[in-house]
């Protein structure tokens, strides 16, 4: 039986940007941009807190509780409206 062995590579680049955040993605972009050779390295997911848990999730649960209220004030003004929450759009 044969073991194999991890094929190492060494490659020398510019800039190595640790983390792909709004920050990181911004850094590598300008970099590469100017001519650079970047490498960008990412421990979890590439985005950073923004996307997964920061901004874009925080606006999609603001906006859904917005439209809840706004829906439930139509009594006062338009008529009966049924409101049935359902966290499976937002998420
Ligand atoms: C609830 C909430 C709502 C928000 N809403 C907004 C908003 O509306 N507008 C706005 O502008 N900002 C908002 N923010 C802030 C925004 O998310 C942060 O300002 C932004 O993500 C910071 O970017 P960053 O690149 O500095 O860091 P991060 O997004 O934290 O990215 C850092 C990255 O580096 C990686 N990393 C760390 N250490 C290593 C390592 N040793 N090796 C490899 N990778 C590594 C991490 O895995 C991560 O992906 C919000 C934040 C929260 C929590």
Redesign the pocket.
């Known amino acids: 039986m044969t073991t194999e062995q991890p094929v190492e590579t060494v490659e020398t680049v510019d800039v190595v940007v640790?983390?792909?955040?709004?920050?990181?993605?911004?850094a590598t972009g300008r970099l590469a941009r100017a001519g650079l050779d970047v490498v960008a390295?990412?421990?979890?997911?590439?985005?950073?807190?923004?996307p997964y848990?920061?901004?874009?999730?925080?606006?999609m649960m603001v906006r859904a509780s917005d439209a809840l209220a706004e829906a439930r004030r139509a009594a006062t003004l338009a008529g009966r409206v049924d409101v049935a929450p359902d966290w499976a759009p937002v998420a």
């Open positions: 640790i983390g792909t955040g709004p920050g990181g993605e911004d390295v990412e421990a979890r997911l590439v985005g950073g807190e923004c848990f920061g901004c874009i999730p925080t606006k």
